[in-house]
């Protein structure tokens, strides 16, 4: 029997990695947030926890808004890629929390010309984050990760279309939001073998979801919901070149799109995604 290497399990030790990260968007933490640390992001892996703690600071100096957390990995090269994608999936959360762009940059470079910019705005209305929106992310996340990946992926196509910058993408992010929300969590209970279509399933959730009198404008009017189902087809799949009577037409739709994407992620995370946090 071959002798075990003794640096082996030196070599696969898991370390303890903090990170330092600037958020930018038009949202600011509330008061009592300022240094206030969670120590509920918990990885399902193993039942080993990728995150330990995390706090939030208010970097109003810094242009931005200032997160710290650490990281268990078995390298910082690992660390660094762990890190990110439970960061951008906590901003996507943010995003679908508060109905504000957030981004971070991975550079200095990037992030120093961010502040500069902001740092040069002669007004900025900020939205700012509550103690309770804070915690329902944190404790959230992980459970949503293993329970509602759906959702989360939802969220993370808000974000994408609210800072992006081309309005037929965007278009195309935010009904994906309703699409993927109506497909998954539409109560298909009474429908039969042959039921299907995504205006179906759109129709269904809107019923779910909101009371007479609180449906988003867009997505009460049906004959609107087939137009814009259309329009993200062609777009999406190039069934017709894009013209500048669809670029328009999109732009027309975005800001209602937009809203209606919201209103679902927010009327889920309020009535289907109630976690005990």
């Known amino acids: 029997m071959p002798e075990e290497d003794p640096t082996s399990s030196r070599s696969k030790a898991i370390n303890e990695y903090p990170m330092t990260v600037t958020l930018f968007g038009p949202l600011r933490p509330a008061d009592d947030l300022n240094r206030r640390t969670e120590r509920v992001i918990k990885a399902h892996t ?15 100096q810094a242009g931005g808004m200032v997160v710290q957390y650490s990281v268990k990995a078995l390298s910082p090269k690992s660390a660094l890629r762990v890190g990110l994608v439970y960061l951008s999936q906590l901003c996507d959360l943010l995003s679908a929390v508060t109905q504000c762009p957030v981004t971070f940059y991975t550079t200095d470079d990037e992030a120093r010309e961010e502040r500069g910019r902001q740092h040069r705005q002669p007004m900025r209305v900020d939205r700012t984050l509550t103690a309770e929106e804070w915690l329902w992310v944190t404790g959230s996340l992980v459970a949503i990760r ?17 800072i992006g910058n081309d309005c037929l993408d965007d278009f195309c992010c935010f009904w994906r ?29 809107t019923t779910d979801l909101f009371e007479a009198g609180e449906t988003p404008n867009l997505l009460k009017d049906a004959a609107r919901v087939k137009r814009v189902i259309d329009m993200r087809n062609d777009i999406s799949h190039g ?4 013209s500048m009577d669809m670029i328009d037409t999109a732009s027309e739709e975005l800001e209602a799109l937009e809203a209606a994407a919201f209103a679902v992620l927010d009327r889920m995370r309020r009535t289907k995604l109630a976690f005990d946090v």
């Open 239 to 242: 069934n017709v070149p894009i």
């Open 177 to 205: 939001v309703i699409e993927r929300i109506a497909e998954s969590y539409a109560d298909k209970t009474n429908w039969s073998e042959t039921d299907r279509g995504v205006r179906k399933r759109v129709a269904q959730l």
């Open 46 to 60: 193993n039942e080993q926890d990728h995150f330990t703690d995390i706090t939030l600071l208010d970097g109003r």
């Open 146 to 162: 293993r329970e509602h990946p759906r959702f989360l992926a939802a969220a993370s196509w808000y974000r994408k279309g609210l």
